[in-house]
Every structure is written in C-alpha cells, then in structure tokens.
C-alpha cells in the first residue's frame, strides 16, 4: 500500500519560512518522480514544484522561482519542499504526488499516488 505523508504545515507571517517534508512508503522510492502542488480555495490544484528520480533535474512554478527549493533523499525516501519568504498569495493546501511516468511530469494527471495535503497558511 502507497503512502505518502505530509508534514511541516501551519500558520506563518508573510516572510516566513517553511520546510514541508512528504515521507513516502510502499513503493520503490527511485523510479518515481515527485512533485509538489498546491490548492488554494476555489482555485484548480496547481504544480508547485517537481524533481527528477534521480533529483538532478527539476521544475519550479514561475511565482516560486527562487524562493521556493525541491529537494530528496531517495535513501530515507523523503521529498522535501523549502519555502522562503512566504506570500499570503502561497497560503493553499499543498499536497506531495508520486509519477512513474518519464521526465518531471507538472500536470495532476500524470501523478499516480497523492498524499492527504499539509495547510499553509500565510498572514499579512
């Protein structure tokens, strides 16, 4: 059974920073690209950012660039999403998925597996 969990969620000033964590577990941790999306109210889930298997190559959002940091461990099976300066615009349900597919996949139907999703929540 595939599981992924989320963790490192909460309530944050507008500045802050977060690292989310997202442990995976019950399925072969390197054949599987990871991505990070995100899911505000009344808004379409969106990609966040993405790493290769290997986590040589990744994709950032274009609001994200260069706040926001993607990285793993693909020997504690653990992906992890740095997130400096929040925005009260970053504030929305983030969820960690899992694709198989070739590349860094940043479209919700190439991902298989999906976590629950960690709150975000960024004040002004």
């Known amino acids: 059974q595939v599981q992924l969990l989320e963790s490192g969620g909460g309530l944050v000033q507008a500045g802050d920073s977060l690292r989310l964590s997202c442990a995976a577990s019950?399925?072969?941790?390197?054949?599987?690209?990871m991505g990070w999306f995100r899911q505000a109210p009344g808004k379409e889930r969106e990609i966040v950012a993405a790493i290769s298997k290997s986590g040589t190559s990744s994709y950032y959002e274009d609001s994200v660039k260069g706040r926001f940091t993607i990285s793993r461990d693909n020997a504690e099976n653990t992906v992890y999403l740095r997130m400096n300066t929040l925005k009260p615009e970053d504030t929305a349900v983030y969820y960690c998925?899992?694709?198989?597919?070739?590349?860094?996949?940043?479209?919700?139907?190439?991902?298989?597996?999906w976590g629950q999703g960690t709150q975000v929540t960024v004040s002004s």
């Open positions: 998925a899992a694709s198989s597919r070739m590349g860094v996949n940043t479209t919700p139907p190439t991902y298989r597996y």
């Open positions: 019950g399925l072969t941790f390197t054949t599987y690209t």
